[in-house]
């Protein structure tokens, strides 16, 4: 769910009374919290883990050993702000492991909340199962909420618990916009790996949110909001040129019978190998592959814009506002000291969310 | 100078002092606030705690005050503690002393020797919370 306006507000203020709440199996046990570690987001698919450190004087997490079945239980860490009746949840996951420290704490690690799910192989290599052509989102939707696959919630109402369905009907949107058609057959590849080359194979970004729901943004998905140095403690920046690409070529039309491609697809930058060389990537996967050559056609255009120069990294960490920044979101800085104009930036990752000190740590490249 | 800073329950009493004499004291630090700085020089402060917690880190305190706080801390007490006795004399808080473990130790420099731990001198960093 996004942010109100208020919630968003108070992240912005100069001054601000965040509090953090620890939820394990749906009880609020924040006041046992010695200190929650970074939480991580990134766009491989999965949120990061983190680890909550709890004190245990009066053996109130002592039940974690004498009913392991606690093990797997939900573990929340919620943002939010005296006065307003609002909660925004930074990690949604699992409890995995409890460490009984020495000193009397007891260490929870906690993981991803689809993690498990994530690593479920579909299809083995005598029984594949295959996929016939469709669209981007309806193959996701497919893989994620069939009941032989993914398992999950299959409402299509913003109150689905496991897809940010918004998130999934904008997506929809643009995969429709660019005539994208999937299709794919898995003989024992992870729901992780087959999400992984629908992104790719859709120059998109999938990822757990921090409310446990998946979310997806295509790459060109219009998203700006101001981001000034005002909400900056530091900035940094790199360029590289290894994942330029000025030739780009995608087969599409694999016949999984006769194992022949219906043909392959192009798109170069001229400009590009001339400033750079000729550097060419081909997208050929036997998993996951273009179903039409529009389709094939339509990622190459949109791959090429993305990698024909070199790609610039930027790197921020920012005050409790950038919690309102977002994977696949935009952001627009300016620093003279290290060139940057008014250019954006979108955010491809959530290196770390800092709740002890209210500090968010972002990257991205600019576009 | 006098003592500034003090412990107290009932009738005991354990003071402070920012010389380096008995019970000598850095600044108390607060704890659960952060304060960043940004690019373009903004100020962020953001206070995570409700109550009132600050750090104080002891140096030099005898083994008979040392044993008192060990005292208030094992049994969890609730005790006052007047942050600022030369500006607000009366001033006080409720407090406990938090922490998993006594947060006081023998001061290493001192090469105590059995016979002499009636002597030697304890240092350390007290959490206090507003109880």
């Given at each position: 769910?996004?942010?109100s306006?208020?919630?968003?507000?108070l992240?912005?203020a100069?001054?601000?009374k965040?509090r953090?709440?620890?939820k394990?199996?749906?009880?609020?046990?924040?006041?046992?919290?010695?200190?929650i570690g970074?939480i991580?987001?990134?766009t491989?698919?999965?949120?990061g883990?983190?680890n909550?450190?709890?004190?245990n004087?009066?053996?109130?997490f002592?039940i974690?050993?004498?009913?392991?079945t606690?093990?797997?239980?939900?573990a929340q860490?919620?943002?939010?702000?005296p006065?307003?009746s609002?909660?925004?949840?930074?990690?949604?996951?699992?409890?995995?492991?409890?460490?009984?420290?020495t000193?009397?704490?007891?260490t929870?690690?906690?993981?991803?909340?689809?993690?498990?799910m994530?690593?479920?192989?579909?299809?083995?290599g005598?029984?594949?199962?295959?996929?016939?052509?469709?669209?981007?989102?309806?193959l996701?939707?497919?893989?994620?909420?069939?009941?032989n696959?993914?398992?999950l919630?299959?409402?299509?109402?913003t109150?689905n618990?496991?897809?940010d369905?918004?998130?999934?009907?904008n997506?929809?949107?643009?995969?429709?916009s660019?005539?994208?058609?999937?299709?794919a057959?898995?003989?024992?590849?992870?729901?992780?790996?087959l999400?992984q080359?629908?992104?790719d194979?859709t120059?998109?970004?999938i990822?757990?949110n921090g409310?446990?729901k998946?979310?997806?943004?295509?790459?060109?998905?219009?998203?700006d909001r101001?981001?000034?140095?005002s909400?900056?403690?530091a900035?940094?920046?790199d360029?590289?040129?290894?994942?330029l690409?000025?030739?780009?070529?995608?087969?599409y039309g694999?016949?999984?019978?006769?194992?022949f491609?219906?043909g392959?697809?192009?798109?170069s930058?001229v400009s590009?190998q001339?400033?750079y060389?000729k550097?060419?990537?081909y997208?050929e996967?036997?998993t996951v592959?273009?179903a039409?050559?529009?389709?094939?056609?339509?990622f190459?255009t949109?791959?090429?814009a993305?990698?024909d120069?070199?790609?610039?990294?930027?790197y921020?960490?920012?005050?409790?506002?950038?919690?309102t920044?977002?994977?696949?979101?935009?952001?627009?800085?300016?620093?003279s000291l290290l060139?940057?104009?008014?250019?954006?930036?979108?955010?491809?990752?959530?290196?770390?969310?800092?709740?002890?000190?209210?500090l968010?740590y972002?990257?991205?490249?600019?576009i | 100078?006098?003592d500034v800073?003090?412990?107290?329950?009932?009738?005991?009493?354990?003071?402070?002092?920012?010389?380096?004499?008995e019970?000598?004291?850095?600044?108390p630090?607060?704890q659960?606030r952060?304060?960043h700085?940004?690019?373009?020089?903004?100020?962020?402060?953001?206070?995570?705690?409700?109550k009132?917690?600050k750090?104080?880190t002891?140096?030099?305190?005898s083994?008979?005050?040392a044993g008192?706080?060990k005292?208030?801390?094992?049994?969890?007490s609730?005790i006052k503690?007047?942050p600022?006795?030369?500006n607000?004399?009366?001033?006080?808080?409720?407090?406990?002393?938090?922490?998993e473990?006594?947060?006081?130790q023998?001061?290493?420099?001192g090469?105590?020797?059995?016979?002499?731990w009636?002597?030697c001198?304890?240092?350390?960093?007290l959490?206090?919370?507003?109880a």
């Open positions: 769910m996004a942010a306006a208020s919630f968003k507000a992240a912005d100069t001054y601000a965040p953090v709440r620890f394990f199996d749906d009880v609020n046990y924040s006041d046992y919290v010695l200190k970074q991580s987001r990134d491989e698919v999965t949120a883990n983190v909550i450190d709890v004190v004087t009066d053996q109130t002592n974690l050993s004498s009913t392991p606690k093990l797997g239980n939900y860490v919620e943002l939010y702000f006065g307003l609002e909660y925004e949840s930074l990690f949604k996951g699992t409890l995995e492991k409890a460490i009984f420290n000193d009397g704490t007891v929870l690690q906690c993981r991803d909340r689809m993690a498990t994530l690593e479920k192989p579909i299809g083995y005598t029984a594949p199962v295959t996929f016939a052509a469709t669209g981007p989102a309806s996701v939707w497919d893989i994620l909420t069939n009941t696959y993914g398992e919630n299959s409402g299509t109402t109150g618990p496991d897809i369905y918004t998130s999934w009907t997506w929809r949107t643009s995969m429709n660019q005539s994208f058609k999937l299709a057959r898995s003989a024992g590849a992870s729901i992780r790996e999400l080359l629908i992104a194979l120059n998109s970004l990822w757990v409310d446990g998946f979310d997806f943004q295509w790459s060109f998905y219009s998203n101001l981001f000034t140095r909400n900056c403690l900035i940094s920046r360029i590289e040129e290894e994942s690409a000025n030739t780009v070529g995608a087969g694999y016949d999984t019978d006769t194992g491609w219906a392959l697809t192009s798109s930058s590009s001339d400033d060389g550097k060419a990537v997208f996967n036997k592959w273009h039409t050559s529009t389709s094939a056609s339509n190459c949109g791959y090429l993305l990698h120069a070199p790609i610039e990294h930027i921020l960490t920012s005050t409790l506002y950038g919690y920044a977002y994977i696949g979101g935009d952001v627009r800085v300016t620093d060139d940057i104009s008014t250019a954006s930036l979108r955010i491809e990752e959530i290196d770390g969310i800092d709740v002890n000190k209210g968010i972002l990257s991205g490249r600019l | 100078m006098a800073m003090k412990l107290k329950k009932g009738a005991t009493e354990v003071n402070f002092s920012p010389l380096a004499r019970g000598a004291y850095l600044e630090e607060d659960g952060v304060t700085l940004t690019l373009d020089k903004t100020v962020y402060q953001y206070d995570f705690a409700d009132y917690l750090s104080v002891i140096n030099n305190m083994q008979n005050n008192t706080i005292n208030w801390f094992k049994a969890g609730t503690y007047f600022d006795m030369i607000a004399a009366s001033t006080s808080i409720t407090v406990k002393i938090m922490g473990r006594f947060p006081l023998i001061m290493p420099e090469g105590w020797r059995e016979s002499e009636a002597t001198k304890y240092t350390g960093t959490i206090l919370r507003e």
